[in-house]
């Protein structure tokens, strides 16, 4: 049974792990200079081109991974990105005991989320993808 749900589970997951970059991206587009203020608060270097770079990454990416579109590259590259970011903007070491718990909550998911990429990186996507119809 779980055979015949493969197609439509990848693509129902491929739908949901863009809905958590895509509107990140084009937020910082529309939030350019609040978030280059935050990262630039928590120590991030070159805040402006870091930023710049990330909502490229999260865009492209993002849809790169909505239409499984050279999808292991860039699920690999939106993996590494989240990673870089979670220390940035989630460490909870190094925040007052007050707001370590929702930081330490956030890093962990974003952990999780790493794991579901590489998972893509790993395996590819089904046929309902852009790379599917290459095959």
Known sequence: MLNQLKNPLDL?????????????????????????????????????????????IEILGGLAILLGWHTRWAALILGFFTLVASFFFHNFWGVPAEAAGMQQLLFWKNIAVVGGLLGYAAHGVGAWSVDGRKH
């Not at 491929?14 to 200079?33: D, E, M, N, S, W």
């Not at 280059?36 to 930023?51: D, L």
Request: hydrophobic fraction near 60%; avoid cysteine; glycine fraction near 18%.
């Open 12 to 56: 129902i997951g491929r739908i949901l792990i863009a809905l958590l970059f895509l509107p990140a991206g084009f937020q910082k587009i529309t939030g350019f200079a609040g978030t280059v203020g935050y990262a630039a608060s928590v120590g991030m270097p070159m805040p402006q081109v870091a930023v710049g770079i990330g909502l490229v």
